[in-house]
């Protein structure tokens, strides 16, 4: 995270890019391998999507402080993980272990994030067209709104169900 935090402190913006790629490809080399050879954890499980996490909501705040980004997307963004994370510790603290399931809106969620970010930058350092980065802001927003209620639904739903005393 902080050579990412740092390239955009320096206004580095291809290095950026650089270094969210090698994080993207080194993340999706981790999840195969650990798949491909059965290398998961249930410690794996929950640190991986923390790393993301992590790592996405750096460059959305380090982007705000750049004025690049509005810092109310920023806020969205990283409220909505917020509530995945401490949502993820109410369960783990009360009901039992997570299994990380991520949904295909979260999925989509991420990958917005993502693109978004590689259009901000690109708008920024190439002169790429503005609406771009508007139009996707706005995809951003909708896929953060909708794949956070889906977790709270989804976990709520199964802890609800967890939590029932069993009926003889």
Known sequence: MVPIAL??????YVSTLGWVA??????????FLARRFGW??????????LA???????VFV???????????????????????VLGAVTYRLSIGPVV??????????????ILFIVVVIGTREYGWPAPWSVGLGALVFVTVAVSG????WVYGRDAARKSRPATA
Request: aromatic share 4%; charged share 15%; hydrophobic share 45%.
């Open 22 to 31: 090698v994080a993207g490809i080194s993340d999706a080399a981790d999840g």
């Open 149 to 152: 209620i889906d977790y709270v």
């Open 40 to 49: 998961q954890s249930e410690l794996g499980g929950m640190l991986d999507p």
């Open 52 to 58: 993301d996490k992590l790592m996405l909501a750096t």
């Open 100 to 113: 990380a399931r991520p949904s295909i809106i979260s999925k989509l969620n991420t990958f917005c994030q």
């Open 7 to 12: 390239t955009i402190q320096q206004r580095l």
């Open 62 to 84: 380090m982007l705000a402080l750049a004025g690049i980004v509005p810092v109310w997307l920023t806020g969205t963004v990283i409220g909505r993980d917020g509530i995945i």
